[in-house]
Every structure is written in C-alpha cells, then in structure tokens.
C-alpha cells in the first residue's frame, strides 16, 4: 500500500494519496462559517432528526434537547474537529443553548486545535 502526503507551504491544505485515492483536507482556520454551519446542521438531522434548527431558537424549549443530546452533540463535534476536547472545554459548552452559539463554540475550537476537521458519512 502506497502513501504520500505533502503539506503546502502555508500548512493550509494536506494531500494524502492512497491507492490513487486523494483526500483533501483543510485547517479549521481556512474552513468559513458556513462550512461549520453545514456540518452542524447534518449532525443535528443525522443525530437528532431535527431539521434545519433556527440559529437563535433555545434548542431545549424548540426542540426538546435534553443533557443526553447534549453529551452526543459533544462527541460529534469531537469526531469533526478529530480531536478530543478536555474537560474545560466541554465545560465552556455548559451553557449553549442555540445553534449559533454552538458554531461560535466550534470556531473557537477549530482555532485553538488547529487541527483537520474530519467530516462524518
């Protein structure tokens, strides 16, 4: 089995190479709003069944998110950002309630991390 990956000079992009399979992957700090914005929406209808949650809706009140919703939202948030996050920063999501404060939460995960987010299929 072949591999080769190479790093461009800004460290903005990786290209692995596999089997003539190539995976383009991006920092967190190249990825925008929107892409966030995306992949927490699919978390919220694979994981939740709730679709297209309104950005500044209390998600409790809205749609009945409980702490146990909270804990999975956590561990997808984790697999995207592929990394595990400590016990502070999952004390810092204590107090989301709505999906716009949980991109904000993300976007200042994905720039402490630094490290490629990986998409869940």
Request: net charge negative.
């Amino acid at each position: 089995m072949l591999i080769l990956a190479a790093l461009s000079a800004q460290g903005e992009t990786i290209r692995i190479l596999r089997e003539g399979y190539t995976i383009k992957r991006s920092y967190p700090n190249s990825m925008t709003r929107q892409d966030i914005e995306r992949e927490v929406r699919d978390i919220f209808l694979r994981a939740f069944e709730v679709e297209n949650p309104e950005m500044d809706v209390n998600l409790r009140e809205a749609y009945g998110f409980d702490s146990i919703d909270a804990i999975e939202l956590l561990l997808e948030i984790e697999k995207f950002l592929g990394s595990e996050l400590t016990q502070e920063e999952k004390k810092q999501a204590m107090d989301i309630r709505t999906m716009k404060q949980i991109i904000d939460y993300i976007e200042m995960l994905a720039a402490k991390h630094k490290t490629p987010p990986e998409k869940n299929k």
